[in-house]
């Protein structure tokens, strides 16, 4: 059983910039392949960033360049650095973590274990 709890949302301006947590806690969670998925408002979830231990990262097209994700095995930590954000990013964000998905990292119904969100909000 893996526990993860999201941290760091907010509200930041169009071209600011925003870091989240997700601290997992949990027999052998650093083990668990990790991701960052996000769902807006009346929208479908997505897949956003992913990074495991010798594999990733994966980054969503919409957001390649502006995102950074990363992981602290130490700490059991995931974080998600947000730069130049955009409007269209605002969602509530949700860690996630799994095993033994492969190359499935952005199908969110793979991943067992989720945490309860984090709302960004990104005004114009």
């Known amino acids: 059983q893996v526990q993860l709890v999201e941290s760091g949302g907010g509200l930041a301006q169009a071209g600011g910039s925003l870091r989240l947590s997700c601290a997992a806690s949990?027999?052998?969670?650093?083990?668990?392949?990790m991701a960052w998925f996000r769902q807006g408002s009346e929208k479908e979830r997505e897949f956003v960033a992913t990074v495991s231990w010798g594999d990733g990262p994966y980054y969503a097209n919409s957001v390649k360049g502006r995102f950074t994700i990363s992981r602290d095995y130490n700490k059991n930590t995931m974080y998600l650095q947000m730069n130049s954000l955009k409007p269209e990013d605002t969602a509530a964000y949700y860690c996630?973590?799994?095993?033994?998905?492969?190359?499935?990292?952005?199908?969110?119904?793979?991943?067992?274990?989720w945490g309860q969100g984090t709302q960004v909000t990104v005004s114009s």
């Open positions: 996630a973590a799994a095993r033994g998905i492969g190359s499935s990292w952005a199908d969110g119904d793979k991943y067992n274990y």
């Open positions: 949990g027999r052998a969670s650093g083990s668990y392949a």
